[in-house]
């Protein structure tokens, strides 16, 4: 319940905090905050009833979002169209602007763009580019695509500051083949948003791209495969009723298990390689992590790649835990289905207060079952539910996870980088009861908590039915993670 509260008090302030930023960017800031009003609000109105022991079933929670997407998306088409007049009306006022300075000679207007006395004296000397590469990435900016102002540098390339005049997508694409036309492949081009929220063009060399795997990483994940297929066995040897390195002769009791796990382990990962494929991004091995408790807690997989805009890094992070959750909950729905009196596992009923989905589901399939003491289950309701719960585990908002790519494509990198702190925050208060919590937010503090580098057109934002599927996501991954309270759980008959 404590847990609940928190959550919604967090949501309540984000909402808070981004109306009052929204406000001085006039109707587009507030139709972009009613936006992340009406996605939150089917979370709100669920976990607000539900933290006051009122219930509202699966059905009433789709209808929800159902119209919560077509409110939202009918709001991003409105949203869109005040945002193009506004360019429109910026555009002309640059023009009316430029018409009405004097006119430089013709051969200036070609050159003015890669003045040497636009790059300040005491900055130029720290620019790592060469001089001559530096003039010819100069060159490729001009008044209809991005008006540069300023180099200065950053790492090993530079920033340049300046106006764009088009489309972030386009403008991007072109100076991106003027770059490789001009220099080949030994630069990348990013258009990133600056401190100031500017579109800002940064250069860097091809050789910050990200690094592949090396053979002792790839040894390192072998290791750590080996070491998940022990703890599996290990938990399947407990739910079994024995201890695995006493009995180790009985380990093919535990095998199912192993098997189960690694369908929706397996499922996960070909869910990210099949996007990643068809996107032309390389990815890194899984490295499995494992735990005593449950056999493991999913993966961590790496871009070796750079990501052409925040659509494509979407649609990568959402499609491992798409593939797990759905493998997960058709072997969920099947066990419980082909549960009966005499099935090979045993359930203390209490279990099925551990989650709001599961319950639900189990409490529709299994009707008066759940009041028994125990209830009897087919393996694969087990090895859903723990699919189930390492797929949730992986959707937690938080750095690389895949929640936290997920949030960084939807909503940017600094609100990614809030989210992170207050899952953190949250993982630390839910540690007081749950020890498990501690393992996940040392996950995070020592892998996991750095975002993702910024994609080459890390401004253009994914489209709304992206936004709408991300928050489904995390929606369901809530529900999975979010137990019942014991007042509710005894209305909706689950427990002895």
């Not at 999913?298 to 759905?326: C, H, K, M, Q, Y």
Request: proline residues 6%; aromatic residues 8%; charged residues 15%.
């Amino acid at each position: 319940m404590a847990t609940t509260g928190l959550i919604l008090l967090a949501a309540i302030a984000i909402l808070v905090w981004g109306y009052r930023r929204a406000l001085p960017y006039g109707t587009i800031g507030i139709l972009a905050w009613l936006q992340s009003v009406v996605l939150m609000a089917p979370w709100l109105l669920f976990f607000g009833l539900f933290a006051v022991g009122v219930y509202i079933n699966l059905a009433g929670v789709l209808v929800l979002l159902l119209v919560s997407t077509g409110i939202y998306i009918y709001l991003g088409r409105r949203l869109r169209t005040l945002g193009q007049a506004a360019f429109i009306a910026e555009q002309t006022a640059n023009a009316l602007k430029a018409d009405a300075a004097p006119s430089p000679e013709p051969e200036t207007i070609a050159e003015a763009p890669v003045a040497p006395a636009e790059v300040k004296p005491e900055e130029a000397a720290k620019i790592v580019i060469p001089a001559e590469d530096l003039a010819k990435i100069e060159g490729i900016f001009g008044i209809d695509t991005y008006f540069r102002t300023e180099t200065i540098p950053y790492d090993q390339g530079a920033i340049f500051r300046g106006n764009l005049r088009g489309n972030p997508a386009e403008t991007r694409a072109r100076l991106s083949a003027l770059l490789t036309e001009r220099l080949g492949d030994r630069y990348r081009l990013f258009l990133v948003e600056s401190l100031e929220k500017k579109p800002t063009v940064v250069v860097l060399p091809a050789s910050m791209d990200p690094a592949k795997t090396t053979p002792t990483q790839w040894a390192i994940a072998g290791v750590l495969g080996l070491a998940t297929v022990f703890t599996s066995l290990e938990a399947g040897a407990m739910l079994q009723g024995f201890d695995l390195v006493q009995e180790f002769s009985r380990w093919t009791a535990a095998l199912p298990l192993v098997l189960g796990l690694l369908v929706v382990l397996v499922s996960h990962e070909i869910g990210h390689w099949v996007l990643a494929r068809r996107h032309g991004v390389r990815l890194s091995p899984p490295y499995l992590l494992p735990t005593w408790q449950i056999g493991s807690f999913g993966s961590l997989t790496r871009f070796e790649s750079l990501l052409a805009n925040r659509s494509v890094l979407f649609d990568i992070a959402l499609a491992g835990p798409a593939a797990g959750g759905l493998v997960s909950l058709g072997m969920l729905v099947t066990g419980l289905v082909l549960s009966h009196p005499g099935s090979l596992f045993q359930l203390p009923s209490t279990f099925f207060q551990g989650s709001v989905l599961v319950g639900t589901l189990a409490k529709a399939v299994l009707g008066s079952a759940l009041q028994e003491p125990l209830v009897d289950v087919h393996p694969l309701t087990v090895f859903g539910w723990l699919g189930l719960v390492i797929t949730a585990l992986n959707l937690m908002p938080a750095g690389q996870l895949d929640g936290g790519r997920i949030v960084q494509a939807i909503y940017g990198r600094k609100t990614a980088g809030r989210t992170t702190v207050i899952t953190l925050i949250l993982l630390a208060l839910v540690t007081l009861a749950n020890p498990l919590a501690l393992y996940w937010a040392a996950i995070i503090l020592i892998l996991q908590r750095n975002l993702e580098r910024p994609c080459l057109d890390d401004i253009t934002e994914p489209d709304d039915a992206r936004a709408a599927l991300g928050l489904l996501a995390l929606f369901l991954a809530l529900a999975v993670l979010m137990p019942l309270t014991p007042s509710l759980a005894g209305r909706l008959g689950i427990g002895g």
